[in-house]
């Protein structure tokens, strides 16, 4: 696995924008699906693969393992057989709820427009 700030050009002096540095931490496809779930509470690796089956396990856990770098998301390792690794928000994590949050609503006004125009158009046709 690489290093995603280098494959996007993000400036090594911080100098980027900051929606720029922001979907950088966040975007992706999975990112930000991964982040509204952990708002309702820890998860384990595999609830992750129950709650959005079109992931592979590799991309869920390179979407995992970049949140933790990026102090966004807390992995805890309990030891007992078999293993049991949990996943929840950070303090830090947690400061994005509020974008998540108007994330959500935005999409759902977008889905709600959608259903209009289609409506509207299939009116026209």
Partial sequence: MGDRRKK????????AC???TTLDVIGGKWK????YQLL????????????NPGITQFM??????????????HREIYKE???R???SLTDFGRTLEPVIMLMKAWGES???RLSENLTTQGEES
């Fill in 32 to 35: 930000g699906i991964i982040l």
């Fill in 60 to 73: 869920l856990t390179l979407q995992l393992r970049e949140l933790e770098r990026d102090g966004i998301i």
């Fill in 110 to 112: 977008y889905k709600v």
């Fill in 81 to 83: 057989v078999p293993p």
């Fill in 85 to 87: 690794v949990e996943y």
């Fill in 40 to 51: 309702n509470g820890t998860k384990r690796f595999n609830e992750f693969r129950r709650l």
């Fill in 18 to 20: 900051p929606v720029e």
């Fill in 8 to 15: 996007y050009g993000v400036s090594p002096d911080m100098q």
